[in-house]
């Protein structure tokens, strides 16, 4: 599957961005489904969120409340809702995808992920 990504950019601290991850399959609902951020390299990527095949979805510690995953099936296109954003957050953002993986969190996805999106700028100004 191929992933593109589209979304991102520059707000100040308390702001608002959604990126979308758009899959070249219509059976995308079938994949696990995650976002990463690279803060800048050198540094390592860290897990966001990710969504399971069953629908699960599951965030780390430090965006609950603040980022929500969605989905669009007629689409095939995974959206990543960030409210409330923190000089923290920024980085690189990439989706990636692995079919069939329903042990989905972030760690999983990032080993076994074959499919990545190109990656999407979001800097977030204080």
């Known amino acids: 599957v191929q992933l593109h990504q589209s979304g991102g950019g520059s707000v100040s601290a308390g702001g608002s961005l959604r990126l979308s991850c758009a899959a070249s399959?219509?059976?995308?609902?079938?994949?696990?489904m995650g976002w990463f951020r690279h803060a800048a390299p050198g540094k390592e990527r860290v897990g966001v969120a990710t969504r399971a095949p069953d629908g699960d979805i599951a965030y780390a510690d430090a965006v609950k409340g603040r980022f929500s995953l969605s989905q669009d099936n007629m689409k095939n296109t995974l959206y990543h809702e960030m409210d409330n954003l923190k000089p923290e957050d920024t980085g690189v953002y990439y989706c990636a995808a692995a079919h069939g993986l329903y042990d989905c969190w972030s760690s999983n996805l990032a080993n076994l992920a074959r499919s990545w999106g190109q990656g999407t700028q979001v800097t977030v100004s204080s």
């Open positions: 399959v219509p059976s995308f609902s079938l994949y696990c």
